[in-house]
T-cell receptor, first 113, second 114 residues
Framework: NAGVTQTPKFQVLKTGQSMTLQCAQD?????MYWYRQDPGMGLRLIYY???????DKGEVPNGYNVSRLNKREFSLRLESAAPSQTSVYFC????????????FGPGTRLTVT | AQSVTQLGSHVSVSEGALVLLRCNYS??????LFWYVQYPNQGLQLLLK??????LVKGINGFEAEFKKSETSFHLTKPSAHMSDAAEYFC????????????FGKGTRLSVIA
């Protein structure tokens, strides 16, 4: 049982490049989330998916898109990376209505130059 | 809308001393409250949660937190700090069922001095 996995662990992009961050969970959870973590800012929600087939914007969605590919996988795409998107990105999942806590992946450290 | 305030971005304690990390929340309905810990270069790990049962909640690694509705607080404590407790701690609040996103505080970095 791997929990929540994220790929890649590290990535360096040039301004304007695109990339997709991958997230998968093997806990049969209904809900999945993408956060970014910046020093002194805590975690800020980018997008979330309450259940397969639905996605909703969080606090800071601009510059990002998401896809809930199936119940296990939730990807985050940067179409045209900007230096302001330099951050650590965390994916999380939760069972949904049954429980309330979220389980986090190990993170992806992204640098945009 | 719910919000969380963590007082003190950095707390330093001596090994063996009491750990107290403060969290105050704002919520229009009875909240669900969580404490998470993040060790360097890792993801967040759930320490404990309050979901309207007992007001004193015990978590992992000897931590506990008390829900005080009158003070809108959910402070995290540990009687005796260990070096291994050095990490960043996040308080979070949710107002609804499990698919309502958590709102996180900005975090408190705990340093433990030998």
């Amino acid at each position: 049982n791997a929990g929540v996995t994220q790929t890649p662990k590290f990535q360096v992009l040039k301004t304007g490049q695109s990339m997709t961050l991958q997230c998968a969970q093997d806990m049969n959870h209904n809900s999945m989330y993408w956060y970014r973590q910046d020093p002194g800012m805590g975690l800020r929600l980018i997008y979330y998916s309450a259940s397969e087939g639905t996605t909703d914007k969080g606090e800071v969605p601009n510059g990002y898109n998401v896809s809930r590919l199936n119940k296990r996988e939730f990807s985050l795409r940067l179409e045209s990376a900007a230096p302001s998107q330099t951050s650590v990105y965390f994916c999380a999942s939760s069972p949904g209505r049954v429980s309330y806590e979220q389980y986090f992946g190990p993170g992806t450290r992204l640098t945009v130059t | 809308a719910q919000s969380v305030t963590q007082l003190g971005s950095h707390v330093s304690v001596s090994e063996g001393a009491l750990v107290l990390l403060r969290c105050n929340y704002s919520s229009s309905v009875p909240p669900y409250l969580f404490w998470y810990v993040q060790y360097p270069n890792q993801g967040l790990q759930l320490l404990l949660k309050y979901t309207s049962a007992a007001t004193l909640v015990k978590g992992i690694n000897g931590f506990e937190a008390e829900f005080k509705k009158s003070e809108t607080s959910f402070h995290l404590t540990k009687p005796s700090a260990h070096m291994s407790d050095a990490a960043e701690y996040f308080c979070a609040v949710s107002e609804g069922p499990g698919n309502t996103p958590l709102v996180f505080g900005k975090g408190t970095r705990l340093s433990v001095i030998a």
